[in-house]
């Protein structure tokens, strides 16, 4: 399968050493040097993971990152000048999955690009196979990847990034008990910055979103001293 990337870069001479860091990999890289033609390149179809600039001509690139994740979960590698302790948090934070300052390795950059997509294959099989295995699955849930969304009982439940990614962990393996740790791993770009309870905080919001579409069930099972589990169906 051809991959295609986006590289949003207004320099040309980083744009090229990017282009030929990728090609070498085998990978097809599409060029945009501004925010809106990057949003343009990104409605007109869909690319396997961004490479962004932060400081673009004609705005940030913080402001694409947090509209491109209102209505998709492609992979973002953040490449910037602004390497700033506080820039790095705020990307993160706004839903990219990696953070690599100017000046930077090109080979390395290469490495990371495919560690992300490697990681977003296996989310994406683990699913496919947990739909496949649990016919039921669709009784309660429907998962939109292209789209990022995720409906309980027919309706579109309106979630932020971090409640998307948990329950999407959750989905792929229905009535497995998955510890904080692990949810943390599935649902945060970096673990290591945030906190165990933070798990608890966002499956309380996700249970208050569920309960508002069907009070009679609560999917989200907690396994005290464990960690958390999901049911994804009523039993057959």
């Known amino acids: 399968m051809l991959i295609k990337i986006l590289l949003v870069e207004d320099e040309p001479s980083i744009a090229e050493i990017v282009q030929f860091a990728l090609a070498s990999e085998g990978f ?6 501004s925010a809106a033609e990057a949003e343009t390149a990104l409605t007109a179809q869909a690319y396997n993971l961004v490479v962004l600039d932060l400081g673009l001509p004609d705005g940030s690139g913080l402001e694409v990152l947090k509209r491109l994740r209102r209505v998709s979960e492609v992979p973002v590698i953040i490449l ?12 993160l934070e706004l839903g990219a999955d990696d953070f690599i300052g100017k000046p930077f390795s090109p080979r390395e950059l290469a490495a990371r690009v495919k560690a992300i997509l490697k990681r977003a294959n296996r989310s994406s099989a683990a699913i496919e196979a947990a739909t496949a295995d649990h016919p039921n699955l669709n009784r309660w849930f429907e998962l939109d990847e292209s789209r990022a969304s995720i409906s309980f009982r027919g309706r579109s439940l309106a979630l932020t990034r971090y409640e998307y990614l948990l329950l999407k962990t959750l989905l792929a393996q229905p009535e497995r008990v998955f510890s904080r740790a692990q949810l943390m791993d599935g649902a945060w770009p970096d673990p290591a910055a945030s ?31 464990l960690g958390y589990s999901l049911r994804t169906g009523d039993a057959a």
């Open 80 to 91: 910037s000048a602004r390497d700033a302790e506080l820039d790095r948090v705020l990307g």
């Open 28 to 33: 097809q890289t599409t060029w945009r040097a």
């Open 195 to 225: 906190f165990e309870r933070s798990v608890d905080t966002h499956i309380k919001t996700l249970r208050a979103k569920l309960r508002e579409i069907d009070p009679s069930v609560d999917p989200i099972r907690t396994h005290r001293g």
